[in-house]
């Protein structure tokens, strides 16, 4: 029955839902104070579990962005207020590789934001770039007027100006931002980052380890600084939240701790990506969790382009274990896709004549296979990487580009600094031995 009640309540809901829809972007007539200047209002949770080595109180587990950062927040007035800022940058992908790219916040990806399902938000932006942008929260249910896209549901944010994105997440889950304006070119020179939504009912089994990682790719010819934007699939350059390895940080955890790994790719290309030492869960996608009657285990996932996938694991393995993208060229530094095949070629030859032109020497590579271009002993042009560098406790870690290391140990707390190279007890590592063995026979 439609009492009296229920109709005035229901004509309050319908009134906000409307104000709500209604509420378009808009430009505001001054940017907030920049938070570096505001840091004792703003909220940080990572920020203070490495200041003080406890995790910060709060109704979720805050994530970790390997090699990335946590945009700080304040409260005003029951609103969670953020101030993102696109900018030109530039960030070290590795030692010894500097990158002029565009961002927000100072890097690229921008640093994760973090909301709670049902808790409105008010996200300033401020364009400092050569041209305008928007921001659009991909996958995000909002009203139609901040959803960010130039011409269509807002203006363009020019040079100079501030505007407001105010909604009310309705969902919780793995998601992203990024401009859609000027979007070939933004995108690909690193304008995303993560948005993430934690439910508003904490989950029933609580997540010890969240990590967030942005798949991207590039293509910066050797000896130059600036992304080619213009290039399709041509990329030489694979990245793990703005770094390829040897720059990229490990991800750490302690022995039987449950761990969940947010992957986003708005790359042109698919990544599937490979955890060694484990068996992998995938628990939600860029739509939603996934129900766990519905979950399946898999040991790489493929992330699409536009997509985020999440998965879960126990830590259960001791070791330093390899994570990485499965396709071949993913795992490589400068990689030029037109070098000839000399694979089986002779070069001894060659080699003599042209040392004794080339002032820096000339090393002939691929008639044995590729390892030894792990470390060049060649010059390399400036601003460039080798294609296939790092090193392990047990000599050169032949991989580059998109891979990293999950460390896992029985002891470890937080604030879960790089433990170091596993030690690995008697008897547990593969070894040289004579061959063929007593008794056996071909």
Not at 67 to 95: C, D, Y
Not at 177 to 184: K, T, V
Not at 198 to 227: Q, S
Not at 411 to 437: C, L, M, N, S
Request: proline share 10%; aromatic share 8%.
């Amino acid at each position: 029955m439609l009492t009296r009640r229920k109709m005035i309540v229901k004509s309050a809901a319908a009134v906000a839902g409307s104000a709500a829809l209604f509420h378009r972007v808009e430009k505001v007539s001054a940017a907030p104070e920049n938070i570096a200047q505001r840091g004792a209002e703003f909220h940080s949770p990572i920020a203070a579990e490495k200041a003080t080595g406890r995790a910060a109180r709060q109704p979720y587990v805050p994530v970790v962005t390997p090699n990335g950062s946590t945009l700080p927040w304040r409260m005003n007035k029951g609103v969670k207020e953020f101030h993102l800022i696109a900018e030109h940058i530039r960030q070290e992908f590795a030692p010894g590789m500097m990158v002029n790219a565009w961002g927000y916040n100072g890097s690229t990806p921008g640093p994760t934001i973090e909301i709670v399902e049902g808790e409105p938000v008010r996200i300033f932006v401020t364009n400092r770039l050569s041209e305008a942008t928007t921001v659009h929260w991909h996958g995000i249910i909002l009203p139609c007027g901040m959803d960010g896209v130039v011409g269509l549901t807002q203006p363009g944010i020019k040079p100079g100006e501030t505007f407001v994105y105010e909604f009310t997440p309705l969902q919780h889950g793995t998601h992203m931002y990024h401009p859609h304006a000027d979007e070939m070119l933004q995108m690909a020179m690193g304008m995303y980052g993560f948005l993430i939504i934690h439910p508003r009912v904490p989950e029933r089994i609580r997540i010890d380890r969240d990590f967030a990682i942005f798949l991207a790719e590039w293509a910066i010819p050797p000896g130059t600084y600036t992304p080619n934007p213009n290039v399709m699939l041509d990329f030489d350059l694979f990245t793990f939240n703005g770094r390829v390895y040897p720059g990229t940080a490990p991800l750490v955890a302690r022995t039987n701790q449950r761990v969940r790994i947010r992957l986003a790719n708005l790359s042109m290309d698919s990544h599937p990506i490979h955890l060694h030492g484990t068996r992998l869960w995938i628990t939600g996608t860029d739509g939603d969790q996934i129900p766990p009657s519905a979950r399946w285990p898999v040991a790489t996932v493929n992330v699409n382009p536009g997509a985020t996938r999440d998965v879960e694991f126990v830590a259960d393995n001791p070791g330093d274990w390899a994570l990485h993208c499965h396709k071949n060229h993913h795992t490589m530094n400068d990689m030029d896709h037109h070098i000839p095949n000399l694979i089986g070629v002779n070069q001894a030859h060659l080699a003599k004549e042209l040392n004794k032109v080339l002032p820096g020497g000339y090393m002939p590579m691929g008639q044995n296979g590729m390892s030894n271009m792990g470390k060049m002993h060649m010059p390399l042009p400036r601003n460039t990487l080798p294609m296939m560098s790092g090193t392990g406790e047990f000599g050169d870690v032949e991989m580059g580009g998109m891979f990293t290391v999950f460390k896992i140990r029985d002891h470890i707390r937080p604030p879960y600094a790089d433990p170091g190279p596993y030690h690995f007890p008697p008897g547990t590592v593969a070894h040289k031995v004579e061959w063929p063995q007593p008794g056996w026979t071909e």
